[in-house]
DNA sequence: TTCTAATCTAATGGG
DNA sequence: CCCATTAGATTAGT
C-alpha cells in the first residue's frame, strides 16, 4: 500500500490540488509562524522553510529536489532572497556558471532553500545574463552597421572621384598635369 | 485514496495519460463540465491541455475579489487562462491595446478573472509583442548590415579595378613627367 | 526512463 | 502605466 498522501507537483493539474492543500496545510500549520520582515537579518541566513515531516523515505536519494508543494505551507509571500544568500549565489555562479548535483544540495544547505530553488536560481541567472548579452550583441551590430555605412560613403566617393579622373585624364588633363592621382587626392581632399 | 498515488508517481507524457490524468482530477476536484477544443487563433500547434476546470469555487476565493487589497495569506499558485479566456482576450486587445476602466471590469466578468488579472495580462501581452518586435528590428538591423557588408566588397573591388586602370594607362606618362608624390603611390602599390 | 535546459506566462513590486 | 524580476508550469532535448 502506498503511503503517499501528498500530491506531487508533477502532476498537471496540481494547481487546484495546490490551492486546496496549501487551504487546509495553512489550517493546520496555520498562523504561528512568521518569517522576519526585517531583510537585514545580520545573522545567517533564514531558515526558510520547514519540510513537512515525511514518511520515511527509504534511502537519501542523489536527488531529493522534490518537495512537491510544500512551498506555500506558511508562505507569507514569495521567496525573496537576503543580501548574504545573494552574494553566495553570485560567487557560486561565477565559479561554475553550471551547478553539479552535490553543488546543488551543498548550496541548497547553507543558504536554507530547496535544492529546486537554487536550481531554478541559476536557470534564471542564466537565461538573464543570455538576454543581456543578446541585447549587447546587438548594439554592437548597430555600431558595426555604422561602420560599414561610413566606409560605403566613403568608398563610393572615392570610385566616382577615381572614375572621373580617369574619364577626363584620358583626354587631356593627364599630359598637362602629369597626375591624375594627384588630380584625385587634391579633389578628395578638398575639404583637409 | 489510492487514484492520488497513482497519480503522483510520474508521468506528464503520454497523451492518453494525460486524458485520463485529466479526466479523473476532474473528477476529483469537482470539476463540471468543460468546454472544449478552443479555436487557437494565434498561432502555435494546437495544444492539447485546453482543459482548465477552474472550479474550485470555495466560496470566496477567485471570482468576486476586487483589486486593491490582495490577501497574501494564501499564496495564489498559477492562473492557466482557458483557450476561451485567451481568445476573448486576444480579441479585446485586438481591438484596444489599451485598456479603460469600464472595458477591463467588462471584460473581467466575461471571463471570470479579477480587473486586476486582465489589467496584468494586458501588460503583459504589450510587453511581449515589444519584445518581439525588438527582436524583428534586431534581425531587420542584421540583414541590412549583411547588404551594406555586400555593398562594401563590391565597391572596394571596383575601386581597385579602377584605381589600377588608372595606374596602368597613365603609367607612362607618369614616368616621364615625374611627379614626386605619385612615384611614392605607385612605388607602394606596384604589387597590386 | 529520468533529468535538466529552455520557454512561456502569471504575478509582484518599484518608478 | 512601464519596466524588471520572480517563479510556476510546460515543452523539448540529451
Known sequence: MSTVTTISSTSKES?????LVDTRLSLVIG???????????????????GKRARAV??????????DGGDAVGRARKK????????ALLEKSVRA??????????DLAGQLGLK????????????????????ELDCELLRRWCERLSDDNARL??????????LLVGGAQDLTFTGCPSC??????RRAA
Open 183 to 188: 588630380n584625385r587626392l587634391a579633389g578628395g
Open 15 to 19: 494547481l487546484e490540488v495546490e490551492e
Open 96 to 105: 561554475h556558471n553550471v551547478l553539479s548535483h552535490g553543488e546543488k544540495h
Open 57 to 66: 523515505h527509504g534511502g537519501s536519494d542523489i536527488d531529493d529536489d522534490d
Open 115 to 134: 535544492p529546486r530553488q537554487v536550481e531554478v536560481w541559476f536557470q534564471n541567472r542564466r537565461a538573464r545574463t543570455k538576454l543581456k548579452q543578446t
Open 156 to 165: 563610393r566617393r572615392e570610385l566616382a572621384e577615381t572614375r572621373a579622373v
Open 79 to 86: 521567496l525573496r532572497l537576503t543580501a548574504e544568500q545573494a
Open 31 to 49: 498562523a504561528g509562524s512568521q518569517p522576519p520582515p526585517a531583510p537585514e537579518a545580520a545573522g545567517h541566513v533564514a531558515r526558510q522553510h
